[in-house]
């Protein structure tokens, strides 16, 4: 076996150890099994987050999961730009417009996060 390989077996099984449990789901980047620890599902390989998506076919749960992590990715990431903006702005309108876009994707995102832990 290669390190980078017994590192990762290394990995789930310390998860095990300390409670996470192993699902039946796999990962839909790299195949690796799930693990659910603390009401979150994610990849021990990739060391990101997995939303199962309930009620769909396994494909349609993987294009769904893709979906909603890269709308995550995308809104966080206008935030953080919206932020720079908001920090340099000085009109009073301008800075208003500019909370209540963020305020909108903070309740946009609050909602992913939630049906990725359904």
């Known amino acids: 076996m290669v390190k980078n390989e017994l590192s990762e077996i290394k990995r789930m ?5 300390s409670g996470a449990k192993m ?3 796999s990962c839909p980047i790299c195949n690796t099994p799930l693990f659910e620890f603390k009401g979150e599902v994610f990849c021990a390989k990739c060391n990101k987050p997995v939303a199962i998506v309930k009620g769909l076919k396994e494909e349609e749960k993987i294009k769904a999961n ?8 995308n809104l966080l990431k206008k935030i953080w730009e919206a932020n720079i ?3 340099k702005e000085n009109d009073f309108e301008k800075l208003f417009n500019l909370t209540e876009m963020i305020s909108n994707w903070l309740t946009i995102l609050e909602k992913i996060r939630k049906i990725k832990t359904e």
């Open 13 to 17: 099984a310390d998860l095990l150890k």
């Open 66 to 73: 893709q979906t909603l992590s890269l709308l995550e990715q």
């Open 23 to 25: 699902l039946s789901e």
């Open 85 to 87: 903006m908001l920090q």
